[in-house]
């Protein structure tokens, strides 16, 4: 389905059968974008074997991507560089000035 490999915006989700997590990952991954992703499961283990492997700039685990002002928020691969929101996010728009005196 060509959905899977866009960067959708808007209420839409795509649903596919797979045999295992492994699969589902490789599933997940394959897209060039990687704003964010979410994973389903209330296995712990699970859930840091999913957010550890996911390739986006933010996992959301049992629940919907959510963008929090206290929460830096920014994607991988075709889905940007940088983060805004929250500090790091500040850091973003800062330019610094590195003095060095001998």
Same mark, same amino acid.
């Given at each position: 389905?060509?959905?899977?490999?866009?960067?959708?915006? *808007?209420?839409?989700?795509?649903?596919?059968?797979?045999?295992?997590?492994?699969?589902?990952?490789?599933?997940?991954?394959?897209?060039?974008?990687?704003?964010?992703?979410?994973?389903?499961?209330?296995?712990?283990?699970?859930?840091?074997?999913?957010?550890?492997?996911?390739?986006?700039?933010?996992?959301?685990?049992?629940?919907?991507?959510?963008?929090?002002?206290?929460?830096?928020?920014?994607?991988?691969?075709?889905? *940007?560089?940088?983060?805004?929101?929250?500090?790091?996010?500040?850091?973003?728009?800062?330019?610094?000035?590195?003095?060095?005196?001998?």
């Amino acid at each position: 389905m060509p959905l899977v490999m866009e960067e959708a915006f *808007g209420p839409v989700a795509t649903l596919y059968r797979v045999d295992d997590r492994a699969e589902a990952l490789r599933v997940a991954n394959q897209t060039s974008f990687g704003l964010s992703s979410s994973v389903w499961t209330t296995d712990a283990e699970e859930q840091d074997w999913f957010t550890g492997r996911l390739e986006s700039g933010a996992v959301f685990v049992n629940g919907m991507t959510a963008s929090f002002p206290e929460l830096p928020f920014g994607g991988v691969k075709a889905s *940007g560089y940088g983060r805004e929101l929250a500090a790091e996010g500040i850091r973003e728009f800062c330019n610094l000035k590195t003095v060095w005196r001998a």
